[in-house]
C-alpha cells in the first residue's frame, strides 16, 4: 500500500506502416487482436515507490494539476527535463524549490535529506535507461500512471 508510479514506453505496431513487424511481434506474444488496429504495448521503462515529489513533478508537469491515477503522455522532452532537473539538483545547480521535498506519513521528513537524494539518484539512473529504450517503428514516447 502506498504510492506506486510507473513510467511505460508505448509502441504502436500499425498493420499499414509496418505489417511485419506487427505480425511478428504479436506472434511472438502470443497474441491476437480483436480487431485489424493498430495495437499498443507497453514496455516499463521506469518504477518508483512513494516518490512523492518526482509524482508531484508529473502531475505539475504533465497531468495539468490532476492527481487522479489516469495514464498521461509524456514526451521524450518532458522525460529529459526531470532527469535534467535531477541531475542538476544533485550537483547543486538548481534550488530545492525547483522540485521540492514532500512531507508526509508515507514520505518522510523534509529536515531528513537522505530519501530525498537517494529518489533523485534512482530518477536519474532510471529514466538514463529509459531514454535510451529503442525507438521502435517510430515510437519512442512514454505514458506515466500513478496508484496510491
Same mark, same amino acid.
Given at each position: 500500500?502506498?504510492?506506486?508510479?510507473?513510467?511505460?514506453? #508505448?509502441?504502436?505496431?500499425?498493420?499499414?506502416?509496418?505489417?511485419?513487424? *506487427?505480425?511478428?511481434?504479436?506472434?511472438?506474444?502470443?497474441?491476437?487482436?480483436?480487431?485489424?488496429?493498430?495495437?499498443?504495448?507497453?514496455?516499463?521503462?521506469? @518504477?518508483?515507490?512513494?516518490?512523492?515529489?518526482?509524482?508531484d513533478w508529473f502531475?505539475?508537469?504533465?497531468?495539468?494539476?490532476?492527481?487522479?491515477?489516469?495514464?498521461? @503522455?509524456?514526451? #521524450?522532452?518532458?522525460?529529459?527535463?526531470? #532527469?535534467?532537473?535531477?541531475?542538476?539538483?544533485?550537483?547543486?545547480?538548481?534550488?530545492?524549490?525547483?522540485?521540492?521535498?514532500?512531507?508526509?506519513?508515507?514520505?518522510?521528513?523534509?529536515?531528513?535529506?537522505?530519501?530525498? *537524494? +537517494?529518489?533523485?539518484?534512482? +530518477?536519474?539512473?532510471?529514466?538514463? *535507461?529509459?531514454?535510451?529504450?529503442?525507438?521502435?517503428?517510430?515510437?519512442?514516447?512514454?505514458?506515466?500512471?500513478?496508484?496510491?
Amino acid at each position: 500500500m502506498g504510492l506506486d508510479m510507473y513510467l511505460s514506453s #508505448r509502441v504502436y505496431l500499425s498493420p499499414y506502416s509496418n505489417p511485419e513487424l *506487427r505480425t511478428s511481434v504479436l506472434e511472438v506474444l502470443g497474441v491476437t487482436p480483436l480487431t485489424d488496429d493498430c495495437v499498443a504495448i507497453d514496455i516499463p521503462a521506469a @518504477y518508483w515507490s512513494k516518490a512523492k515529489t518526482i509524482h508531484d513533478w508529473f502531475v505539475n508537469h504533465v497531468q495539468d494539476g490532476n492527481d487522479n491515477c489516469g495514464s498521461y @503522455y509524456v514526451s #521524450r522532452d518532458q522525460v529529459t527535463e526531470l #532527469r535534467d532537473l535531477c541531475k542538476d539538483l544533485l550537483a547543486g545547480k538548481a534550488d530545492e524549490s525547483a522540485l521540492p521535498p514532500t512531507e508526509g506519513f508515507f514520505f518522510g521528513s523534509t529536515t531528513d535529506k537522505d530519501w530525498y *537524494r +537517494t529518489d533523485l539518484e534512482d +530518477t536519474v539512473a532510471q529514466l538514463d *535507461r529509459a531514454l535510451a529504450l529503442p525507438v521502435i517503428a517510430g515510437c519512442g514516447d512514454f505514458h506515466y500512471h500513478a496508484s496510491w
